[in-house]
C-alpha cells in the first residue's frame, strides 16, 4: 500500500508542481517528516479542470506538507495536506470555458469509471490552509486587457485560516468511510475558515481600498452524491454560515 500510494503522490505532484521531480516524493515525506517549499503551481493544468469565465493566472506556495496518517486504513483515515503562506492571481477568461469540456463530471480521473479506492482517498482528503491571499481581476464590459477607468476594481481575498475535512451525515468527525446505498454514494465535507475580502481600485492618487468583510468565521458544509458504476457527480449541496458579520 505504501509503495502505491507513493506512485499516486508522486505522479500528481509531478503533474501540479512546476519542475517537480517524481524521485523527491518519499515516504517520510508523505508522513508528514518533510516539506516542499517555495514551489510554483502549473495552473494550465488546475484551468483544464475549471469551467466557467475564470481562470488562474499564476499559484505560488511558500510551504507544503503531506501526512498520511494511516497507510494501512487508508479509506477512513484522510490524506492530509498543509498549505502555509500561498498567493493566487485569478482572471477573467476571454473565451468561456463550456462545462461539458471538464471532466469533473465523470470523476476529473480519465472519463467514466467504476468509484474505487483512489476516488475515497481523493474525496478523504483534508486540507489545513494558513494565509492564503488570492486577487481576483476581471476586464470589465469592454472585455479588453488594456486597463483605464473602465476596469472594475480588483477583489482581494484573505484567508488566515481554512480547514476542509470530512465529516458523516450527521456532521461528526469521519470515523468509518461512506457507504453505498443504491449504487450511490455520498461524501460530506465540512469547511471552516476565517475569510477578509477588499476592493481594490487603481486611481490617479493611489490606491483605493474598501473592506467588504473584515476577519469573519464562516462555516460551508457540503454534500456530494456520485454514482458508484461511472464515478460520475450526480448533484451537489452547499449551505453557508457566517458570524459576526462585519464591514
Known sequence: MESFLLGIASDYLAKFIVGFQKEQVTANLLMGKGEITNVHLDVSEIN??????????????????????????????PVKIVVRGAEAVVVERMEVK??????????????????????RVLDNISLELQDIKVAISTFGRFKTRFVGVHTPPTLHLHLPSFVFYSVDEYGEPLKEK??????????YKQIALIVKVELAKRLVTGLETLTLLADTPCEVNLSMVKKVSTAQLLSLNCELSMENVEA
Not at 178 to 187: F, S
Open 178 to 187: 461512506w457507504p453505498k446505498v443504491d449504487g450511490k454514494i455520498t461524501v
Open 48 to 77: 483544464a479542470l475549471l469551467p466557467g469565465p475564470i481562470c488562474f493566472k499564476s499559484i505560488s506556495v511558500r510551504t507544503l506538507m503531506i501526512n498520511v496518517q494511516s497507510f494501512t486504513n487508508i479509506k477512513v483515515a
Open 98 to 119: 463550456s462545462d461539458s469540456s471538464t471532466s469533473s463530471s465523470t470523476g476529473g480521473l480519465g472519463g467514466p469509471h467504476k468509484y474505487g479506492l483512489i476516488d
